[in-house]
């Protein structure tokens, strides 16, 4: 079964922190890079931050210097600290592996993603 969660998003002002917390199952997270991508309405969901299993990281520029991706693979959770939130951040957050697996069908599959609502 396949099952993403994440959470932690909420209000914030801007220059504020937020920590995103993101629960995969195995079958998602065991062995594979893990991503956080978040998605303006009407566009397709921006990948912004990756960790390999491995722990390397990488970034998208317009998060570069500020978010920060980490991952515990005892719990198959990623987390996603952000820091210096700026009102363009304010979007709704998903994460899910990176490049995304589809299965059998082409299907992929996506959590409920967390809204991260940032006030200047």
């Known amino acids: 079964q396949v099952q993403l969660v994440e959470s932690g998003g909420g209000l914030v002002q801007a220059g504020g922190s937020l920590r995103l917390s993101c629960v995969a199952s195995g079958r998602i997270f065991r062995g594979n890079a893990m991503g956080w991508y978040r998605q303006v309405p009407g566009k397709q969901r921006e990948l912004v931050a990756v960790?390999?299993?491995?722990?390397?990281?990488n970034y998208a520029d317009s998060v570069k210097g500020r978010f920060t991706i980490s991952r515990d693979n005892a719990k198959n959770t990623v987390y996603l600290q952000m820091n210096s939130l700026k009102p363009e951040d304010a979007v709704v957050y998903y994460c899910n592996a990176a490049p995304v697996i589809k299965d059998s069908y082409g299907m992929d599959y996506w959590g409920r993603g967390t809204l991260v609502t940032v006030s200047s």
């Open positions: 960790i390999t299993s491995g722990g390397s990281t």
